[in-house]
């Protein structure tokens, strides 16, 4: 360990995504990565950036970028705040305005990079158990202390609440931030953002990576109050006045403008996933109502690690985590028709032997 390393550092535990692996003939379905190639207009717009681009630095408040999300979102540029994917936004998030208090509170089963960030700005996590059947507590949660955070539709289990749900975390005391994170947003979940009109204590933070499959982009953005907008824009104008760069600022606005896309490409991964879902069933699986681009499941007689183990033995990798409540659980992402038919047929021998 560095003796330079600050209290702080040696005390991480840094978040670990998801293997990479660079592998022939392998199926990966474990980082919840789009099955289909972005918009054409994306690669069009990467093709056509001009050299100049490229000297000069981009726009450090990305206008052009944050006035289509606006126009998207029903929202005024100054109430969308863009970053460097969305863990870079919600880093802010916590810098900004969570690590104001002592305090926050999440789910007990979501997104472990929560706890990293908790340990990081030196917060107490109090983590909200989930219930029985996986579904966010919502009154626990309400009754929660400090600012709220928690994923919708939830990862890793793929449940999402309903607007009524939102409105009443929202609601339950508008002195308090609530922020969602909307990083699978686009399959089936309703978004927050119709609320935000009338409350002005709600942060809602998205990603390109999984609804526009551009993972390799790292583009990342945030919708709220004026207020709220401006905090983040404060910390990123003492952190990196330039953490859009020019190709992800082109690119990302092709995205974005590009909505017919989105909904083809959405509407195409929702229908596997439901495919999916009943070839796992059929399995003796049981499977995990997901509003999100991947399916959270076990099987009634064989263990999660067998299974994991199984599967990368034939070159196919899917996700779980030993941890109470779900190490029997294993996340597959939905990938391409040809993919899951390949899933299903290993998992058919593996537990057929």
């Known amino acids: 360990m560095s003796e330079f390393w600050s209290d702080v550092t040696r005390q991480l535990h840094p978040y670990i995504p998801g293997e990479q692996p660079k592998l022939s003939n392998l199926i ?39 006035s289509a999300i606006a126009r998207q979102s029903g929202l005024a540029v100054d109430e969308v705040f863009v970053g460097n994917g969305s863990d ?37 996590l109090n983590e909200v158990p989930l219930l029985d059947d996986f579904h966010i507590n919502v009154p626990a949660m309400c009754a929660a202390p400090g600012p709220l955070l928690l994923a919708n539709p939830n990862a890793p ?18 002195q308090r931030l609530v922020v969602v994170d909307e990083a699978y947003f686009g399959f089936g979940a309703r978004s927050a953002v119709s609320l935000l009109a009338d409350y002005d204590n709600l942060l ?40 859009i760069d020019a190709i992800a600022q082109s690119a ?35 499977v995990l109502p997901s509003s999100a ?12 690690k067998a299974i994991f183990d199984a599967l990368r033995a034939q070159g196919i990798i899917i996700r779980r985590w030993d941890k109470p409540r779900i190490d029997d659980y294993l996340r597959i992402t939905v990938g391409t028709d040809d993919q899951s038919e390949a899933l299903l047929a290993a998992l058919d021998n593996i537990l057929s032997t």
């Open 28 to 66: 990966k379905l474990n980082t919840n990565e789009h099955p289909l190639p972005p918009s054409a207009a994306v690669l069009q717009a990467i093709r056509a950036i001009e050299p100049d681009a490229l000297r000069r630095y981009p726009d450090p408040d990305s206008i052009a970028l944050r």
């Open 88 to 124: 870079e936004v919600l880093a802010h998030v916590f810098q900004a305005l969570i690590s104001s208090s002592t305090t926050f509170s999440a789910p007990d089963i979501t997104y472990s990079f929560y706890p990293v960030w908790a340990q990081l700005y030196r917060m107490q």
């Open 157 to 174: 289990t793929g449940i999402a609440l309903s607007i009524e749900q939102l409105e009443q975390l929202v609601a339950s005391d508008r």
């Open 204 to 243: 809602i933070t998205r990603s390109l990576s999984k609804s526009h499959s551009l993972a390799g982009l790292r583009l990342g953005y945030a919708l709220g109050s004026k207020p709220l907008i401006q905090g983040l824009v404060r910390v990123k104008d003492s952190f990196n006045s330039y953490p």
């Open 252 to 286: 990302a606005l092709a995205a974005i403008e590009d909505a017919s896309w989105l909904q083809q490409a959405s509407t195409a991964v929702s229908y596997t996933r439901e495919q999916l879902s009943k070839g796992l069933a059929k399995l003796g699986f049981e």
């Open 293 to 304: 681009n991947f399916v959270f499941c076990r099987h009634s007689s064989v263990s999660g």
